[in-house]
Each structure stands twice: as structure tokens, then as C-alpha cells.
């Protein structure tokens, strides 16, 4: 998937985003780099940085979007943080290396996930047979002998048919001994409880503990082991680490909310220094050991997003400034946008509801003249209150729909269009009154 085009993944990245031309031609050509950069021979490959980048633009015009479906397209390790936390009471100059560890362990988990469904037909047939042994001990070494075969076979065949499902069965099942310390970690100290895990769990046996319950469920809770044990560890963490390390993206949201500017030069703003200069190093590149090992950050993607109201980039500390070269600004939505945004998505909320009252036999349908009456009202919302852009469709629309929601299928079946009076009189009242709708778009 890395082998897209820029202008491919612009195309991919416009099936879930309405507009924001530059914003996507801007992370599009970061990914590409990105794959250019493996491409590229001898020592100036380690030399090629990255493209950070930072997305400016007012809330809820598709920032986090954007770098959300990226690193889908990409198949890319993601984590998404608030830049902000770290100004959090308890937060300052804490764990900023913490992005690094959670990016790798959603690593580990997209590998093995990726490796599990490979196994997991094997993983069923050893899963049958644990079973049969069960039902069946001491036939499986001697079940070559013509006499015992048909009897294990009848069994299998029932197994099989779910005719079994029901019965209850008894054997050992490994306890993970993550979940075990969680429980033993006090409450409160949660923290405390997974860098008790991170550090031991590793390291304790896993416990074998004997369980009683129905075929049907120790299917499930046979296969996990049965998987894991077709999984060879060492070198899904491997791969991981170099997706990590190659393909790995953070999305820094509020980076301006750590910049200085603004309110003097006093008071939080060196708190807000300070958080980044701990995130320099990793955005630098830093190597950060995590309970896999040692990841490097040199050639993470971070993508920034803030709206920039008041503090301007330029506020950013220089080092980090310089480590950030992209700037691009995204724009506030139109009514035109919100008509599109509505409709024209893979995920488009129309669309979404459409199936949702699908599930219930029940057709959904606007007429063009709703959908344009729709994207006003959210426009004007947007201007009477806060904007908050293509965020007030949620909003709008779940209020619109509330009582086809409620009462489906008790009183509406069938068909159901939305027009234009419909929408009219479902929000006008609500629009017109500023305190009303407040509380309620
Ligand atoms: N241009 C757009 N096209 C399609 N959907 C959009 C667009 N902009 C926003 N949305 C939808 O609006 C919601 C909010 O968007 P998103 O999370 O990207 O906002 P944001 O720009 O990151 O805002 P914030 O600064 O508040 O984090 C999402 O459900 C997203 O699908
Ligand atoms: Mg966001």
C-alpha cells in the first residue's frame, strides 16, 4: 500500500475527505517520501528526514481525519496524542517517550493481528483436536488402529456438526499474567499496575489453570492460546519494530495550545516550553526502549494539528519549528462542503443512518432540497454559536432524526423521505432560539 502515488493517495484520502486539496497533497507526498527514502541507497538514506508537518485549520474541518485515513492507507503504526496533556498537572517533563511505547505496542498488535488471521485455520484444526482429546483421552496414540479410528472420527464429525457445543469439558488454560497484576496493582495506580507488567510479565510463568465450560466457548478461549502458539514472537516484535521505526505516525493534536505567544511571557508559557523541549527528542529522533527493545524515532512521521488562533507557529520553539518544515492551512468548511460532506463519504453520515434504519426495514431518504436545508442550518448554527465545523452535522442530524430514531419500527415502517419541511420543521425552532439550541446543536 506504501507504493500509492501522491496523487493515489490524494484520491484514496478524497473517498472519506471533502475538500482540503493542500492538506492532502501535503501528506501524501510525506508518505511518499517516506517510501522514496527506503528506496534510496547507501548511507544518505539515514540522512533523508522525514515530513512533518503541520495542519493549521479551526476545529472539526477534517485534521484529524486526514492523518487518520492516512495511516490506514498506509497500514501504518498510529497514535493519536494531545500535545496539551503534557502541560497537565502530574504531566510536566513526565513520560513524553510514552507516545513512542504505545506506537510500538499498536505495532505489535497490528503484526500479530496480521499473523493471526494466517494461522488461524491451522489454529482451529490443533483447537479440534485438543478437544477430541479431551472427549477422547488416550485415543489419539492409538487412534491409527482400525477399531479406535471410527470412534474418534464419529466424534470429530459431531464436533464438527456443533452437535457437541453444549456439553461441558474441563482442561488447563494458560492465565495471562498481565491480567493477574492489574488485579493485584492497587487501585488508583494504574500506572504503577502496567509498569509493574511491563517490567515482570515477561518474566513470570504464565499459570496454567484448570476451566470447566461449554465446547462452544472453550473454542474461543482455545483458539487464542492455539494462535499465540502458532505465532513466532521474536520476529512479529521484529517487524514491528521496523514498522515502528519506518512507517509509524504520531498525530500531535493542539501543538499550539504548547506554543508560547499570546498571554505574556509569564506563567504557563514555561510550562508550555518545557513540554517541548520533552518532545524534541523524539521528534529529533531518539532511540526509546520499550519492553521490545529499543525503538528508534528518527524516521517517524509526525503530523501536528492546531488551530492557531492565537499562538502562531512561529511561536514554537526553533528547534522544533525547524523540525516541522511543512505548514499548511486547512479551510473552513462552506455550506457547499457540509452538503458534500454529507453525502458524498464512504462514511457519510446519510449514509449511516440510511443503513442503520436499513437493519429495520425501514428506507430512508432525503430530497436534495432536505439535504441543502440541512447544510444551511448547520451553517447558521455555526455562525450563531461556535464553529465547529462539519462536527455540527452530527449534531443537527441526530436531533433531525430523533423520533424516526425512537419509533422505529413501532410507528414508522416502510419508507421515509425527508424534504425540505420536514428538516424546517424538525429545526427551525430550535435554531431560531439561541438557548435552545446550545444546549441541543
Ligand atoms: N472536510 C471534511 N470532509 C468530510 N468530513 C469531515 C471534514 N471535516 C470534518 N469532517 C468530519 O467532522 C468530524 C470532525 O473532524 P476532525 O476530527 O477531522 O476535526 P479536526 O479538524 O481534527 O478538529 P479538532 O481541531 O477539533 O481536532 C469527523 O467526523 C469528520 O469525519
Ligand atoms: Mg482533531
Redesign the pocket.
Known amino acids: 500500500m506504501e507504493t500509492l502515488t501522491p496523487r493515489q493517495i490524494v484520491n484514496e484520502l478524497d473517498k472519506?475527505?471533502?475538500?482540503?486539496t493542500n492538506a492532502k497533497k501535503s501528506v501524501a507526498i510525506a508518505l511518499r517520501n517516506r517510501w522514496r527514502r527506503q528506496q534510496v541507497e547507501g548511507s544518505l538514506k539515514n540522512e533523508i528526514m522525514p515530513n512533518n508537518i503541520i495542519l493549521i485549520?479551526?476545529?472539526?474541518?477534517?485534521?484529524?481525519?486526514?492523518a487518520r485515513r492516512l495511516s490506514k492507507l498506509a497500514k501504518a503504526p498510529f497514535v493519536k496524542v494531545e500535545a496539551s496533556k503534557f502541560t497537565e498537572v502530574g504531566y510536566v517533563g513526565r513520560d513524553v517517550e510514552s507516545i513512542v511505547r504505545d506506537l510500538m505496542e499498536i505495532a505489535v498488535t497490528m503484526v500479530k493481528a496480521e499473523i493471526s488471521v494466517k494461522v488461524e485455520a491451522k489454529a482451529k484444526i490443533n483447537v479440534e483436536n485438543r478437544i477430541l482429546e479431551i472427549l477422547l483421552p488416550g485415543y489419539k496414540d492409538i487412534k491409527s488402529d482400525s477399531e479406535n479410528l471410527p470412534t474418534w472420527d464419529k466424534m470429530k464429525d459431531r464436533l464438527q456438526k456443533g452437535l457437541l457445543d453444549e456439553k461441558e469439558i474441563e482442561f488447563d488454560l494458560k492465565e495471562d499474567s498481565g491480567k493477574m497484576l492489574q488485579v493485584l496493582a492497587p487501585m488508583g495506580m494504574e500506572d504503577f499496575g502496567s509498569n509493574l507488567k511491563d517490567m515482570f510479565g515477561g518474566m513470570m510463568p504464565k499459570k496454567k489453570k484448570k476451566r470447566k465450560m461449554k465446547i462452544s466457548d472453550a473454542r474461543k478461549a482455545l483458539l487464542e492460546e492455539e494462535v499465540s502458539k502458532l505465532i513466532d514472537h521474536d520476529k512479529a516484535i521484529e517487524e514491528a519494530v521496523r514498522r515502528t521505526e519506518n512507517s509509524g505516525i504520531v498525530f500531535l493534536?493542539?501543538i499550539d495550545k504548547i506554543a508560547g505567544g499570546g498571554k505574556g511571557k509569564n506563567g504557563p508559557d514555561v510550562s508550555r516550553e518545557g513540554v517541548q523541549r520533552d518532545i524534541l527528542p523524539i521528534v529529533e529522533g531518539s532511540t526509546v526502549s520499550t519492553k521490545y527493545g529499543s525503538v528508534k524515532t528518527d524516521h517517524v512521521l509526525f503530523i501536528a494539528?492546531?488551530?492557531f488562533h492565537v499562538a502562531k507557529p512561529s511561536d514554537l520553539i526553533p528547534e522544533l519549528q525547524g523540525r516541522f518544515p511543512i505548514r499548511v492551512e486547512?479551510d473552513s468548511?462552506s455550506e457547499e462542503?457540509f452538503k458534500r460532506?454529507l453525502t458524498e463519504?464512504e462514511?457519510a453520515l446519510i449514509k449511516q443512518y440510511t443503513a442503520l434504519l436499513e437493519t429495520e426495514s425501514v428506507k430512508l431518504e432525503f430530497s436534495e432540497d432536505a439535504i441543502d436545508e440541512i447544510a444551511s442550518l448547520a451553517f447558521i448554527a455555526n455562525e450563531q454559536m461556535e464553529n465547529?465545523?462539519?462536527?455540527r452535522?452530527?449534531t443537527i442530524m441526530s436531533k433531525l432524526l430523533e423520533e424516526i430514531l425512537f419509533d422505529t419500527p413501532d410507528r414508522f415502517k416502510g419508507n421515509i423521505m425527508i424534504n425540505q419541511e420536514i428538516v424546517k420543521s424538525a429545526l427551525a425552532e430550535v435554531i431560531k432560539n439561541p438557548d435552545l439550541s446550545e444546549f441541543i446543536l
Open positions: 472519506y475527505i471533502i475538500g482540503q485549520g479551526p476545529t472539526g474541518v477534517g485534521k484529524t481525519e486526514i493534536d493542539e494539528a492546531g488551530a486547512l468548511l462542503d460532506i463519504p462514511n465547529i465545523g462539519a462536527r452535522l452530527h
